[in-house]
C-alpha cells in the first residue's frame, strides 16, 4: 500500500488521497505495470462512473491488484510457452504444439486441441505467436 500512496504523491493529491484520472497510465507503469492504453480507459469507465475525475486510493489498490494478477499470469503462462520455443522465435510449430497439448502434462482431447488450432493459428501460417496466443487465452485485447 505505501507504493501506492508514493504514486498518489508524485502524481496525485497526497492530502486526498487520490489521482486524477489523465495520471492513471503514469501511475501504473510507475508501479512497473505496462497497461494498455484500452485498459487505462476501461479502468477510467469503471472506477469513474461518476464523473468526478478522480480515482481514490482503495480503486487505485483495486486497479493495481487486478493489473498485477493479469501481468503475473500472462508472464508465467509466456514463460511456460516459451520453454516449447526452440529457436527463441517467439512462435511455435503447430505440429509442436499438437503434440505438447496431446501428449504432455494435462492431456486434452484431439478436437480441443483442433480448435485451440484454429484459434492460434488463423492465418494458416503453421506457427502460433506465443505472446498473442497468451493474450487470447488471458482475454487481453492486442
Known amino acids: 500500500m505505501q507504493d501506492l500512496r508514493d504514486v498518489i504523491a508524485i502524481y496525485g493529491n497526497q492530502a486526498a488521497e487520490n489521482i486524477p484520472k489523465d495520471s492513471l497510465g503514469s501511475a501504473l507503469r510507475a ?15 469503471t472506477f469513474d462512473k461518476e464523473g468526478t475525475g478522480v480515482l481514490t486510493l482503495e480503486q487505485l489498490a483495486i486497479i ?17 510457452f516459451r520453454l516449447l520455443d526452440r ?3 517467439g ?14 502434462g494435462e492431456l486434452m482431447p484431439e478436437p480441443d486441441v483442433d480448435d485451440m488450432i484454429k484459434v492460434a493459428d488463423a492465418d494458416n501460417s503453421g506457427k502460433i505467436n506465443i505472446e498473442k496466443f ?6 487481453i485485447k492486442d
Open 91 to 104: 512462435m511455435i510449430g503447430v505440429p509442436e504444439f499438437r503434440y505438447y497439448m496431446s501428449r504432455m
Open 31 to 45: 508501479l512497473k505495470l505496462n497497461p494498455l492504453q484500452r485498459e487505462i480507459d476501461d479502468f477510467i469507465i
Open 134 to 139: 497468451g493474450k487470447y487465452l488471458m482475454g
Open 87 to 89: 529457436e527463441g522465435s
Open 64 to 80: 493495481y491488484s487486478r493489473k498485477k494478477k493479469d501481468s503475473d499470469t500472462l508472464d508465467q503462462l509466456l514463460a511456460a
